[in-house]
């Protein structure tokens, strides 16, 4: 039976919260048999080391992967599926959001319910709570923060956006960038693209368009194909490499995506 974290997120108020991640680890735990029936070995509900890949890994990797690309063991049996906090520079034009990042951690100046999605843990006060002081409590928090973005990615989608598109298509991706009246046919508003496709991002399609090696007709031809462009100019001259750099792009793209008005 899967757990109900929203559930134990909502009642009995923060000191409920030193429960989660236990509650989490225990839903990745085998059961054992042995003599006396099936049993499952009780995970420690703490770790006395204040390293940050080790507070990730304990706490967080669970639900996000150690990678923390979302993928954790228990990912499948949340409501929602954890974030990737490997782009999270990447969706905000290219910088690291520190603050923002430990804000979300620590759950500073947030209600419960609206910390994220419910079935993320505030481990500001639970922190507090299970490591028995507010220094040691902070310490993991800024630990966890550093490694989040040591996870970030390489190729980094925002700012190739900004060295190879933002000319021509704008900062934005409106079509409106300083080269754009110059162009026999105006840029498209690469914002667009969700809103034109019944509201779901078209990821093959987009990315097919901007690497252009197998599309004879590559938009206009004023748009260079760049699977070649990347690959020679990469450091390692490689389709690989170009391949990196256009989900990048990609990925960049459908973060920028128009929402409809609610």
């Known amino acids: 039976m899967k757990p109900d974290f929203k559930r134990v997120l909502t009642r ?9 991640g236990a509650a989490i680890r225990m839903a990745s735990v085998p059961a ?28 967080c990797a669970p639900c996000h992967g150690r990678s ?6 228990v ?3 949340l409501r929602a599926r954890p974030a990737d906090l490997t782009t999270l520079a990447e969706r905000n034009g290219g910088s690291f959001p520190r603050d923002r990042v430990r804000s979300y951690i620590a759950g500073t100046g947030r209600q419960i319910a609206a910390h994220g999605a ?11 709570a299970l490591d028995g002081s507010d220094v040691r409590a902070e310490v993991r928090i800024d630990g966890l923060v550093r490694h989040i973005e040591s996870l970030q990615r390489p190729e980094n989608g925002a700012e190739a956006f900004r060295q190879h598109c933002a000319s021509c298509h704008g900062t934005s991706g409106q079509g409106n960038g300083p080269l754009a009246a110059q162009m026999r046919k105006a840029p498209p508003d690469l914002t667009q693209f969700a809103q034109r496709n019944g509201g779901m991002f078209p990821s093959e399609r987009v990315r097919r368009i901007i690497d252009g090696r197998d599309v ?3 938009g206009d031809r004023s748009m260079p194909v760049w699977g070649d462009t990347f690959r020679r100019t990469s450091r390692e001259g490689t389709d690989a490499a170009a391949n990196a750099r256009v989900d990048a792009l990609v990925r960049y793209l459908q973060s920028i ?3 409809p008005a609610e």
């Open 68 to 73: 923390g690309t979302g993928d954790g063991t």
């Open 75 to 77: 990912a499948g049996a």
């Open 216 to 218: 004879p007709s590559h």
């Open 118 to 128: 419910l079935d993320m843990p505030v481990w500001g006060p639970a922190f507090k």
């Open 32 to 59: 054992v048999s042995g003599g006396q029936g099936t049993r499952r070995e009780l995970p420690p509900l703490a770790i006395e080391s204040l390293g940050p890949t080790e507070s990730f890994v304990f706490y």
């Open 12 to 20: 009995g108020g923060w000191p409920t919260l030193v429960l989660v």
């Open 257 to 259: 995506q128009e929402r």
